[in-house]
């Protein structure tokens, strides 16, 4: 252990793995979590199983996040809006950070084998592998890093669902569909923000090597028209009803008109915009969708 983390106060290192946790990334994960166990939950909702879920999810989540930053403890440096993590600012050591995120990642595996379900626990662990294992070491490699991780990263609602039913029946994978189209605009307007910070990183986000940004912006463009008739799909397999299909119809041309507005400029401000407009989207499509059950 480096004497500069050893010498952080204890009240600051306590906030220190609040935050290696990424707070914001697995407040997603517990959202779109919960949403997939509701929605595949039939009958009276097991409360106490719904607990045991986010509890080992988190953990998962949490534990894959410190991971993450211990991997790109050395990219983090560099980078203006990563500089500030435990890591780089000495706040935590690495070995610190390796035993609790690989701790939390095991706890919360065998959590979830031995209190939901080994299905649940299984695709905990894949998200886990496969955005440690793959997305992370290809983001220096190839733009297409975002779309290996966009696979990852839609894994929590079908966990969910798996949790509630222990299967991944049609309406899981529709969870999974709308997730996997919604991250390209959010992870766009991040990516194309920060753009400067990546390439200093040698990470090779698609606005590090699309300057002008035709090829970023029209992967925003269609994968948020993609997700308009995705976002239908509930309605139509009967997850939903029709006052859904209408809110969400509703929702996605907003977001899609957002994406369409970043393009005419393409400058920080509107991306940033649009970034919170995706940041909106899934939280308040995903609430309708609950809403919509809970009337019916």
Known sequence: ????????????????????????????????????????????????????????????????????????????AVMRRTAMRPLPTGQLAP?????????????????????????AALIALATCL???????????????ATAVGAFPGALPPLLGWAAATGSVSLGGWILFAILFFWQFPHFMAIAWMYREDYARAGIKMLPVVDPKGDKTFAQVIWTSAVLVPTSLLPALVGLAGIRYFFGALVLGMILLEAGLWANRTRTNGRAKWLMHATVAHIPLLLGWMIADKVAR
């Open 1 to 76: 252990m480096s004497s500069r983390a050893a010498s952080v106060p204890a009240v600051s290192k306590w906030w220190s793995y609040v935050v290696l946790t990424k707070p914001d990334v697995t407040f997603l994960v517990v959202i779109t979590t919960v949403a997939g166990f509701y929605l595949g939950a039939r009958g009276p909702l097991d409360w106490l199983l719904l607990v045991h879920t986010l509890c080992g999810t988190m953990l998962v989540a949490c534990g894959t996040a410190a991971l993450n930053q211990y991997v790109e403890r050395d990219m983090d």
């Open 95 to 119: 070995r610190e950070v390796l035993a609790f995120g690989a701790g939390s990642v095991v706890i919360g595996f065998t959590w979830l084998l031995a209190m939901v379900n080994a299905l």
């Open 130 to 144: 496969l955005y440690l294992g793959a997305y992370t070491p290809l983001k220096k490699r190839t733009p297409l």
